[in-house]
C-alpha cells in the first residue's frame, strides 16, 4: 500500500493473514516482579481459553508475560511462542492497588519466535529440533516469495512465504546443510551450519550480456 506524507509517497508492504485460533499446546502465563524476576507462574491451555488468574497478589505493579514450548528461563526453539502485556517490546506495568479490586480482561498476544528474529546470516542458537529460514533479495533486502528451500539432498524442501519465510519442523538436531534458491537470482547454502536460524541473501542471476566489457 501507499502512505502519502508531507515528504512524499512512500510504498510500505502489506501482509494478510487469516490465522486459527491458536492452539499450540500449553501456555505459562509469569507474574513479574519490577525487575522482571518470575513471582509465580500458571499454566493454561486452549480448552480453557488461555484464561489464567493469579489470586492474592499484594498490592503493587507488575509485568506478564507468557511462552509456550518453553520455560522463561531455559533454552528455547524457534518454533516456540512469547508474548508480554500489552504488546511485545512495550512492555507496561498492571497497578494492583489496595482496594483488593480484581484486574480483569488482561489479554495480550504471543508471538511465533521465528517470526521475531531479523538478523543476518545464521544464529539464535543451535539446532534443537526446528529450523527457521528466512530469503531476502540482496539487492533490495526484501523478502522473496515462493523460494524453494532444502535441507541436506533435497531431503526435506519448502517454499518460502509472503515473508519470505518458512519453518522445519520434527527431528532435526545439529549441524545441517541447507540450500535456498529463486528464479532469477543464484542459489546459496550454508554448509554444516549448526544454527536454528538462517537467511539468505540471494544474488540476482546476470545475464551472459553482463559480463562483457
Known amino acids: 500500500m ?22 499450540a499446546g500449553t501456555a505459562t502465563v509469569y507474574l513479574l516482579d519490577s525487575e522482571d524476576r518470575i513471582l509465580a507462574r500458571q499454566e493454561t491451555t486452549r480448552a480453557a481459553g488461555y484464561a489464567f488468574r493469579f489470586s492474592g ?6 509485568g506478564l508475560a507468557a511462552t509456550i514450548g518453553y520455560e522463561a528461563d531455559s533454552s528455547y526453539e524457534v518454533n516456540d ?4 502485556w500489552p504488546v511485545l517490546g512495550e512492555r507496561s506495568r498492571i497497578e494492583i492497588d489496595a482496594s483488593g479490586d480484581p484486574v480483569s480482561d ?5 508471538h511465533r519466535l521465528d517470526s ?8 539464535a542458537g543451535p539446532v534443537r529440533g526446528a529450523l527457521a529460514v528466512k530469503v531476502i533479495d540482496e539487492e533490495t533486502g526484501k523478502p522473496i516469495e515462493g523460494a524453494k528451500v532444502e535441507i541436506g539432498d533435497s531431503a526435506r524442501t519448502a517454499v518460502t512465504d509472503a515473508r519470505g ?8 538436531s545439529g549441524p545441517q546443510t541447507v540450500t535456498a534458491s529463486a528464479p532469477g537470482h543464484d542459489l546459496q547454502t550454508y554448509s554444516n551450519m549448526d544454527a536454528q536460524y538462517m537467511c539468505f541473501s540471494l544474488s540476482r542471476t546476470r545475464a551472459p550480456s553482463d ?3
Open 2 to 23: 501507499n502512505i502519502e506524507t508531507t515528504a512524499g509517497t512512500s510504498e510500505v508492504p502489506v501482509v494478510l493473514e487469516l490465522r486459527p485460533p491458536l492452539d
Open 57 to 62: 497478589v499484594p498490592p503493587g505493579e507488575y
Open 81 to 84: 511462542w512469547y508474548g508480554e
Open 106 to 110: 488482561v489479554i495480550f498476544p504471543l
Open 116 to 123: 521475531l528474529i531479523e538478523i543476518p546470516g545464521v544464529g
Open 165 to 172: 519465510r518458512v519453518l522445519f519442523t520434527g527431528s532435526l
Open 211 to 213: 559480463y562483457v566489457e
